[in-house]
């Protein structure tokens, strides 16, 4: 039973940790480490960029013309494909 209640304390810490790492109100600009080098993330405010993990530091990319950064596929795709989708879970 002990292994129950550590797991499950476990999870609710894991699930705050995450969903604290997310502010809506923010830009989503990453906190860049090694162990993410190459990440790619949204940029809250401006959804003609996204966010890449080079070297320690965020780096904002562009996309093309005609595009928005798409979170689900982790690239530009045209306007017609793109939807908007809340920046953080509920």
């Known amino acids: 039973m002990k292994f129950v209640y550590a797991f499950a ?3 609710l810490a894991f699930a705050v940790s995450v969903h ?3 502010d809506p109100d923010g830009d989503g600009k990453p906190t860049c480490t090694t162990a993410n080098e190459g990440d ?3 940029n809250f405010w401006d959804p ?3 966010w890449v993990c080079k070297e320690g530091v965020a ?3 562009r996309c093309p013309e005609q595009t928005g950064f798409l ?3 982790k690239d530009c795709v045209p306007w ?3 939807t908007w989708v809340p920046p953080c879970d509920s």
């Open 48 to 50: 003609t960029r996204y």
């Open 71 to 73: 979170t689900s596929a």
């Open 20 to 22: 604290a790492e997310c």
């Open 40 to 42: 790619i993330s949204r």
């Open 59 to 61: 780096t904002s990319v």
């Open 9 to 11: 304390f476990l999870a």
């Open 80 to 82: 017609g494909q793109w």
